[in-house]
Nanobody
Framework: VQLQASGGGLVQTGGSLRLSCAVS????????VGWVRQAAGKERELVAV????????WFVESVKGRFTISRSAAKDTVWLTMNSLKPEDTAVYSC?????????????????WGKGTQVTVSS
């Protein structure tokens, strides 16, 4: 599985961005997708999860009600729509995937990673 995130940029507080994760080389088995962010000097943080079946979507507490995660019908693109952005959302955002049956809500279970895209929220 190859992943490529795009759509980052500079936005003012309260603004919105939609990040895209292009998925290629999909394996026959189902896969879960997560969005991960890493702010300068901080550890990577799992932000949103979209399980293969589409149910039990999960968001880290700090983005609940502001971020949504969705997928194209062809399952080759996953979007992270970010609204009401805050300066603390500033980070490099990456998408990740996993193809086994382990929990999609644990960051260390992801085994495919794409390059990230920078999101900067100015105050």
């Amino acid at each position: 599985v190859q992943l490529q995130a795009s759509g980052g940029g500079l936005v003012q507080t309260g603004g919105s961005l939609r990040l895209s994760c292009a998925v290629s080389g999909r394996p026959i088995s189902p896969y879960d997708v997560g969005w991960v962010r890493q702010a300068a000097g901080k550890e990577r943080e799992l932000v949103a999860v979209l399980p293969w079946r589409g149910d039990r979507r999960w968001f880290v507490e700090s983005v609940k009600g502001r971020f949504t995660i969705s997928r194209s019908a062809a399952k080759d693109t996953v979007w992270l729509t970010m609204n009401s952005l805050k300066p603390e959302d500033t980070a490099v955002y990456s998408c990740a995937a996993k193809t086994d049956s382990s929990s999609p809500y644990t960051l260390s279970n992801y085994n495919y990673w794409g390059k990230g895209t920078q999101v900067t929220v100015s105050s």
